[in-house]
Each structure stands twice: as structure tokens, then as C-alpha cells.
Nanobody
Framework: QVQLVESGGGLVQAGGSLRLSCAASGRTFSNYVMGWFRQAPGKEREFVTAISRGGGTTYYADSVKGRFTISRDNAKNTVYLQMNVLKPEDTAVYYC???????????????WGQGTQVTVSS
């Protein structure tokens, strides 16, 4: 099995920044497409961003394009989400996912972390 643990969430003012991390277990981290997803209260979990196994290709939801950046360090078994110019509508629990044959398809991810709360105040 694969275990994923998110960290770095917190409370930030609108316009501020946060950097999330997702640490993965195992020896096969570099084999996995990795993604970030979020779920706001009362809403469905939605795709935010994803990155290819080698880090050369990235995908972003229109709502975060230009503000968020995904990256990975395969030597550290970690994927990151740099979030800039945060808005109140970014408030959600953020989850990392691993191992999908299609990077933007939330329903195809095999493994999930426990989530980390991001709250953006006005």
C-alpha cells in the first residue's frame, strides 16, 4: 500500500501565500502521477492540479491557473503545492492523491492522504 500525508495548511489572509507538502511512503514514488484536490464544506471534491511522474508536465484547474504551482522532489518522495494570491473561495480541505492513469480525473486516483485545512480570511 501507499501512504500519503499532507501538511502545511493553516489560516491566511486573502492575497497571502501557503505552501503545502505531501509526503509519500514506499520505493515507487517516481512511478506515480500525483495530484492535489480540495473539498469545501457542502461541495464535491474537485481537481486542483496534477503533475506527471518525472515532473515535466503539469495540469491546473482554471480557477487556480496563474496562482498555484505544483512541483515534486522524487528524491524526497514529496509533492508540493505553492499557493499564491489566495482568495476566500480557496478555503477547503486539500488532499493529495496518487496513481491515476489520467491526471485530471479525480475518480481514477488510487491512493489518498488525510487532508490538510486551508482557510483564507477576507
Amino acid at each position: 500500500q501507499v501512504q500519503l500525508v499532507e501538511s502545511g495548511g493553516g489560516l491566511v489572509q486573502a492575497g497571502g501565500s501557503l505552501r503545502l507538502s505531501c509526503a509519500a511512503s514506499g520505493r515507487t514514488f517516481s512511478n506515480y502521477v500525483m495530484g492535489w484536490f480540495r473539498q469545501a464544506p457542502g461541495k464535491e471534491r474537485e481537481f486542483v492540479t496534477a503533475i506527471s511522474r518525472g515532473g515535466g508536465t503539469t495540469y491546473y484547474a482554471d480557477s487556480v491557473k496563474g496562482r498555484f504551482t505544483i512541483s515534486r522532489d522524487n528524491a524526497k518522495n514529496t509533492v508540493y503545492l505553492q499557493m499564491n494570491v489566495l482568495k476566500p473561495e480557496d478555503t477547503a480541505v486539500y488532499y493529495c492523491g496518487a496513481d491515476s492513469p489520467m491526471a485530471t480525473r479525480i475518480d481514477l486516483y488510487k491512493y489518498w492522504g488525510q487532508g490538510t485545512q486551508v482557510t483564507v480570511s477576507s
